[in-house]
């Protein structure tokens, strides 16, 4: 159901956008995540967008992601993770994912329900 994909080599200050391809009658109505897991550490949060189209995110990001999404059709929808400014403790695998708790806000990888299955983003030096 979720399916991500954008990832890539860029140079540090760079910008990159990911996609997730979702799909699925109730993710209107969920939130969307995104997630990072970097080599040797563990997964991370990165920022995420409500049902009702509000975004937060991380501490370490905010201010250089933006999350956006969008519905062609009432069953498929499609989110963005706009990464600007890049630094090379950006790199890391990203994972978009899917918790049904659509309004609160959802920080932790556990209460996300469906995932996608990562694509990798390298930031060189």
């Known amino acids: 159901q979720l399916q991500a994909s954008g990832g890539g080599l860029v140079q540090a200050g760079g910008s990159l956008r990911l996609s997730c391809a979702a799909s699925?009658?109730?993710?209107?109505?969920?939130?969307m995540g995104w997630f990072r897991q970097a080599p040797g550490k563990e997964r991370e949060f990165v920022g995420a967008?409500?049902?009702?189209?509000?975004?937060?995110?991380?501490g370490s990001v905010k201010g250089r992601f933006t999350i956006s999404r969008h519905s062609a059709e009432r069953t498929a929808w499609t989110v963005w993770l706009q990464m600007n400014s890049l630094k090379p403790e950006d790199t890391a695998v990203y994972y978009c994912?899917?918790?049904?708790?659509?309004?609160?806000?959802?920080?932790?990888?556990?209460?996300?329900?469906?995932w996608g299955q990562g694509t990798l983003v390298t930031v060189s030096s």
């Open positions: 967008i409500r049902r009702s189209g509000s975004t937060y995110y991380a």
């Open positions: 994912a899917a918790s049904a708790y659509g309004l609160a806000t959802v920080t932790e990888s556990r209460q996300y329900d469906y």
């Open positions: 699925g009658r109730a993710l209107g109505s969920y939130t």
